[in-house]
């Protein structure tokens, strides 16, 4: 399980089940605090929006905006995808 940091460990565990589960959640791609893709070389594995997990090679990032349950609970993630993924993303939630 991947942690995410300054979030507390129930938060963690809960996110990562809820997506597992099936619950809903709405990725929000043009808020504030959200950025558009931005090209970085990755060393370390990294999960990419379908899922597929790519190292050492150019990958892009940005950064968007989860929500899940009711509407009421919104925290920031960080989206990694190869420029074919982008190219060809359908606008739906994407694994992360």
């Excluded at 300054?6 to 504030?32: C, H, P, Q």
């Excluded at 150019?58 to 920031?76: A, D, S």
Aim: overall charge positive.
């Amino acid at each position: 399980m991947k942690l995410v940091w300054n979030r507390s460990v129930g938060w963690n565990i809960d996110f990562r089940n809820l997506k597992k589960e099936g619950m809903e959640y709405k990725i929000i791609t043009d808020g504030a605090g959200c950025y558009p893709w931005k090209e970085t070389f990755v060393i370390f594995p990294k999960k990419t929006i379908t899922g597929k997990r790519l190292a050492w090679q150019k990958l892009y990032k940005r950064k968007v905006w989860v929500v899940w349950g009711t509407g009421f609970h919104m925290e920031p993630e960080t989206q990694y995808a190869d420029l074919f993924e982008i190219l060809t993303h359908d606008g739906s939630n994407y694994n992360s």
